[in-house]
């Protein structure tokens, strides 16, 4: 489904955030990038959807490479990849309804997506997605209105109305609570397992990713220095990839409300400062 050749990231500073990472991402797999900040974890997602430019290497989606294609290719391609961001990406302004539809803008005309007049088709699957994740009583309120896990459950819908084959999603639990944090993971999940998604998910949190994640990468430096499963992570490999620390604590999955948990979606998080996020 995905895979990187030789993927290098030299800013013109010098630095080296990428430094010819390989990697295969089959069909269906949820993997998590886990690594220390400055490991070149969201350099690597932007680089696969060209949000930033690699210096050199090759992406592969489905066969397609994304690398070096131009403006008209590289926004069809963008349609196969869906991305959840930490910071949401919402326009606070308009309502979910709104956003979500959002995920459309790269099927309709100028025109249609200017004055917001999107097919029934998709206005059906907006409201079958809300309705997936617990919002579908909210259609109308503005993106500002919400809650940070309702917020990200937006941002998911968003994503997932592209009709994507790979899911990029970047730190999607940072803002959030511990138990909204789990919510969200499992939610991204399973949406992964009903359509058969390939996901890249970067995250700093080492026990959400062992526990929701299939696969797991470990960045250092902008290197690779794991790549396995989630109860390969022993604190000889932790320390390997975040330096020296008593690794045993962190590496202990926390199973209470792990299972049969209530997925509450009136949650109360607390909203972070915003960005504005326009629609691209």
């Keep these: 489904m995905l895979r990187l050749d030789g993927l290098v990231k030299q800013y013109p500073t010098g630095d080296l955030a990428l430094k010819g990472v390989d990697l295969d991402v089959p069909k269906g797999q949820v993997m998590a990038l886990i690594g220390p900040s400055g490991a070149g974890k969201s350099t690597l997602i932007r680089c696969v959807n060209r949000l930033v430019e690699p210096s050199s290497g090759h992406v592969f989606l489905g066969g397609q490479e994304i690398t070096g294609i ?21 326009v606070e302004r308009l309502s979910v309804m709104e956003n979500v539809l959002s995920g459309r803008l790269g099927y309709v005309s100028f025109w249609r997506s200017y004055f917001r007049k999107f097919p029934q088709s998709d206005i059906d699957e907006a409201f079958r997605l809300l309705e997936r994740v617990g919002l579908d009583h909210m259609v109308d309120k503005r993106a500002d209105e919400l809650s940070g896990g309702q917020r990200q459950r937006v941002g998911i819908c968003r994503a997932l109305i592209q009709d994507p084959q790979l899911l990029l999603v970047d730190e999607p639990t940072a803002s959030l609570d511990p138990k909204t944090s789990r ?39 902008g290197e690779i220095v794991y790549d396995g499963p989630p109860d390969g992570l022993t604190p000889d490999v932790l320390t390997e990839i975040y330096g020296e620390e008593d690794w045993e604590a962190t590496i202990q999955k926390d199973e209470d409300g792990e299972e049969g948990e209530p997925d509450d979606h009136h949650d109360d998080a607390e909203r972070p400062d915003e960005r504005m996020a326009g629609l691209t």
């Design 70 to 90: 131009g403006k008209g290719a590289l926004r069809r391609a963008r349609r196969r990849m869906g991305m959840i961001f930490q910071e949401y990406a919402l």
């Design 183 to 221: 919510q969200i993971m499992r939610l991204i999940c399973e949406l992964c397992a009903e359509r058969d998604l390939a996901a890249v998910i970067n995250i700093h949190d080492v026990m959400l990713a062992q526990m929701f994640a299939q696969r797991i990468v470990g960045l250092r430096l």
